[in-house]
């Protein structure tokens, strides 16, 4: 066993706070990394205050985590002592099921193993990357290229590969017309990514505060959703549409964007339904769907790529003290444009 240090929750709503966590011995097939830098992840705080359901505490949150390996089990073959490697969102699946079996543990049949608050295979409860330490199986450990900058990595695990599976898996390149709504953790990947793969890209966001950094980022178009000209404007000229915003939107507003056969992709997931109007899809054969994470091997796919491109998120460095000052500005949408956090100050 490794005695970690880890900023917990204790309930949904009392500050989280430094405690100790013990990590499971190393087995055959786990490596003990050694923990750098952890994001903070919107997903952490609905979690922590149960609002996707109760959950058990105490609970340590974080699934974008990056480190270095310190010890490898007996069985060890993907990674070795020193390696620089990346945990997300999962830390285990069936491996048995039709889409475990196609490479997808993200849409594991029988529910994928959640990097915090799942029942593990040994019957406790995970727990996350705020903390110093954490013992993962090798399947589920990335690597991550020496030349992603350390803390930059961080975020990749979840917005970045969220952001990336979307346009990754509808083939995003040259001549294709991409909006990204919303310029968060998430919507700031996307207009990377979506730039890098060669699209037109257009940022749909509520004002134009982040017009600067978007265009910066890679976008050609940036566009105010709060002015109502956009919509006719934009009428019928997207092929793709990543909705990065997890409050509920006017879907038909945005449907009416999309061109012919174009599809709007949901990477934020509102707690309400959202009504959709068939017409709306009926016009010009739009499609409207969403999408979860994206797998291990995606993970490392969009790692590379990263590498190659010279892409990093934009973060900002905290002390694992101010976490919960961090969250407030999260709530606020006050980050530009991912909290992480400096493991070496738990
Ligand atoms: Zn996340
Ligand atoms: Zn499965």
């Not at 013990?22 to 003990?32: H, I, K, S, T």
Request: aromatic share 6%; hydrophobic share 40%; charged share 20%.
């Amino acid at each position: 066993m490794t005695t970690a240090r880890a900023y917990a929750a204790t309930s949904p709503t009392d500050p989280l706070a430094l405690t100790t966590i013990e990590r499971r011995p190393v087995g055959p097939n786990d490596v003990l990394i050694d923990i750098a830098y952890t994001g903070v992840c919107h997903s952490d705080i609905h979690t922590i205050r149960g609002d996707w359901g109760p959950i058990a505490y105490p609970l340590v949150a974080g699934h974008e985590i990056v480190g270095t390996v310190t010890e490898v089990g007996s069985e060890v073959s993907r990674h070795k002592v020193g390696d620089r490697v990346g945990v997300g969102c999962m830390v285990n699946s069936c491996r048995e099921c039709v889409n475990c079996l196609a490479g997808l543990e993200n849409y594991c049949l029988k529910g994928n193993t959640l990097t915090y608050g799942s029942v593990d295979r040994d019957g406790t409860i995970t727990q996350g990357g705020y903390s110093t330490h954490i013992v993962v199986v090798e399947d589920f450990v990335v690597s991550v290229p020496e030349n992603i900058p350390y803390e930059a990595a961080a975020p990749l695990l979840c917005a970045g590969v969220t952001a990336y599976s979307p346009l990754a898996h509808r083939n995003v390149g040259p001549g294709k017309r991409v909006a990204v709504v919303g310029m968060g953790g998430l919507g700031h990947m996307a207009v990377k990514f979506a730039h890098a793969m060669g699209a037109e890209v257009t940022v749909l966001s509520q004002s134009l505060n982040k017009q600067e950094d978007g265009i910066r980022f890679g976008a050609d178009h940036y566009y105010a959703t709060s002015d109502a000209s956009t919509f006719k404007t934009l009428a019928d000229s997207f092929d793709l549409i990543v909705n990065t915003i997890s409050a509920p939107v006017d879907l038909q507003a945005y449907l009416s964007l999309l061109a012919l056969d174009g599809t709007m992709v949901n990477l934020g997931a509102p707690a309400e339904p959202l009504p959709v109007s068939v017409f709306a899809l009926m016009g010009n054969r739009r499609s409207f769907t969403a999408t979860s994470i994206g797998s291990i091997a995606e993970t490392q796919e969009m790692l590379d790529f990263c590498a190659e491109h010279a892409i990093a998120p934009e973060v900002e460095l905290i002390a694992a003290a101010d976490v919960n000052a961090a969250y407030e500005r999260v709530l606020e949408s006050d980050v530009r444009y991912r909290f992480v956090i400096d493991a070496a100050t738990i």
